[in-house]
């Protein structure tokens, strides 16, 4: 699994810590995931179409996408904090 881009969502977004796209095994793609920080940790949703999920992921993998999206949010600042040096 490989996070290929990640949008951090401005501050007054709820509960919305970011939007991102990921590349799973196989060469699948989704795109658009929302990062959110729920009252259990973080949490990832799909986007909808027509009133519902577009896709749903099991805990296990809800769990290794919040991972990977909340580390390379995680790089971004510290990528970001070097460059201010």
Same mark, same amino acid.
């Given at each position: 699994?490989?996070?290929?881009?990640?949008?951090?969502?401005?501050?007054?977004?709820?509960?919305?810590?970011?939007?991102?796209?990921?590349?799973?095994?196989?060469?699948?793609?989704?795109?658009?995931?929302?990062?959110?920080?729920?009252?259990?940790?973080?949490?990832?949703?799909?986007?909808?179409?027509?009133?519902?999920?577009?896709?749903?992921?099991?805990?296990?993998?809800?769990?290794?996408?919040?991972?990977? !999206?909340?580390?390379?949010?995680?790089?971004? !600042?510290?990528?970001? !904090?070097?460059?201010?040096?």
């Amino acid at each position: 699994m490989r996070v290929i881009a990640i949008r951090p969502e401005p501050s007054g977004a709820k509960n919305t810590i970011a939007r991102f796209d990921v590349e799973l095994s196989g060469g699948i793609r989704l795109f658009n995931l929302k990062l959110s920080n729920g009252g259990n940790g973080l949490r990832v949703f799909a986007p909808s179409a027509f009133g519902t999920a577009a896709a749903t992921f099991t805990h296990p993998v809800a769990a290794a996408l919040a991972e990977a !999206a909340n580390k390379k949010l995680g790089e971004i !600042a510290h990528n970001a !904090a070097r460059k201010a040096d």
